[in-house]
Nanobody, 127 residues
Framework: QVQLVESGGGLVQAGGSLRLSCAASGGTFSRYSMGWFRQAPGKEREFVAAISWGGGNTYSGDSAKGRFTISRDSAKKTVDLQMTSLKPEDTAVYYC????????????????????WGQGTQVTVSS
């Protein structure tokens, strides 16, 4: 069983940056693809970004391209999401997730492809 705990959320002004972190425990971290999703009030869960087992491949959703960067540290068993140029529409609860599937050839954009989820961290971007 894998446990995931997100941190780093908070309140930031539009145009600012924030770095989210997800700490994993249990299981074999290096064998899991990792992803970030977000869900705003009244909206469906949205894929943000994913990273492969070894960190060599990443994939970003349209909302993240050019602004967000996903990375992982296998020694620390963490996966981070560096967010820049934040907009009010980025306001959401951000979730970390782990999958036993590889991100290639299919980039794991569907939440159903993930096996474990964190509890989420709130990100609020003020205008």
């Amino acid at each position: 069983q894998v446990q995931l705990v997100e941190s780093g959320g908070g309140l930031v002004q539009a145009g600012g940056s924030l770095r989210l972190s997800c700490a994993a425990s249990g299981g074999t971290f290096s064998r899991y693809s990792m992803g970030w999703f977000r869900q705003a009030p009244g909206k469906e869960r949205e894929f943000v970004a994913a990273i492969s087992w070894g960190g060599g491949n990443t994939y970003s959703g349209d909302s993240a391209k050019g602004r967000f960067t996903i990375s992982r540290d296998s020694a620390k068993k963490t996966v981070d999401l560096q967010m820049t140029s934040l907009k009010p529409e980025d306001t959401a609860v951000y979730y970390c997730a782990a999958s036993r599937l590889p991100i290639t050839p299919a980039p794991l954009v569907a939440g159903t492809k993930y096996d474990w989820w964190g509890q989420g961290t709130q990100v609020t971007v003020s205008s």
